[in-house]
T-cell receptor, first 111, second 113 residues
Framework: SQQGEEDPQALSIQEGENATMNCSYKTSINNLQWYRQNSGRGLVHLILIRSNEREKHSGRLRVTLDTSKKSSSLLITASRAADTASYFC???????????FGAGTRLFVKA | NAGVTQTPKFQVLKTGQSMTLQCAQDMNHNSMYWYRQDPGMGLRLIYYSASEGTTDKGEVPNGYNVSRLNKREFSLRLESAAPSQTSVYFCASSEEVQGGIQYFGAGTRLSVL
């Protein structure tokens, strides 16, 4: 079964609004990563947060990690139409080589 | 700098036919992966290779075989294709010192009739 579960499954917002996506996972992790996938394309890595970190920023992206709740959130501030894509969280388990992906959140930003 | 290159981009097979999906990376990464993505779903790991000379099963290995030909190349073979293997297949590579950040190819869209 998949490790990461994203919520919501789909999100539609207006340009300029913030978008928040959540991810829950089940086992101990080494790190958690967020990826973006534009329609018909491969996934592109956005940001990685290690298990001993609580928050990380990259441009308009803010990721938080709560290992006690086994959850993470991705915030995209001041969204743009170009942010329309699917976003996936992925967990890297302790001592493993496998990265397990969730089912993704489909974000639609209306211009 | 090509990154991860997958061939072919599209393929249509008849049930029972075989084919090999090719993947090559030019980033000198040790680890390589094959995933499948079905509509509305995330990626499911088929096989992975932590380093040259090793391969291991992922979540959905049945019906597939892999070969890590050298450090650059990792191929996925369907010996007898079935309609349930209709999917988009992605190859990825990573380096552990980078925390396992995955670099993906553009994907192969496979239809099995």
């Amino acid at each position: 079964s998949q490790q990461g579960e994203e919520d919501p499954q789909a999100l539609s917002i207006q340009e300029g609004e913030n978008a928040t996506m959540n991810c829950s996972y089940k086992t101990s992790i080494n790190n958690l990563q967020w990826y973006r996938q534009n329609s018909g394309r491969g996934l592109v890595h956005l940001i990685l947060i290690r298990s001993n970190e609580r928050e990380k920023h990259s441009g308009r992206l803010r990721v938080t990690l709560d290992t006690s709740k086994k959850s993470s959130s991705l915030l995209i501030t001041a969204s743009r139409a170009a942010d329309t894509a699917s976003y996936f969280c992925a967990t890297r388990n302790t001592g493993g080589f496998k990265t397990i992906f969730g089912a993704g959140t489909r974000l639609f930003v209306k211009a | 700098n090509a990154g991860v290159t997958q061939t072919p981009k599209f393929q249509v097979l008849k049930t029972g036919q075989s084919m090999t999906l090719q993947c090559a990376q030019d980033m000198n990464h040790n680890s390589m992966y094959w995933y499948r993505q079905d509509p509305g779903m995330g990626l499911r790991l088929i096989y992975y290779s932590a380093s040259e000379g090793t391969t291991d099963k992922g979540e959905v290995p049945n019906g597939y075989n892999v070969s890590r030909l050298n450090k650059r190349e990792f191929s996925l073979r369907l010996e007898s294709a079935a309609p349930s293997q209709t999917s988009v297949y992605f190859c990825a590579s990573s380096e552990e010192v980078q925390g396992g950040i995955q670099y993906f190819g553009a994907g192969t869209r496979l239809s099995v009739l």
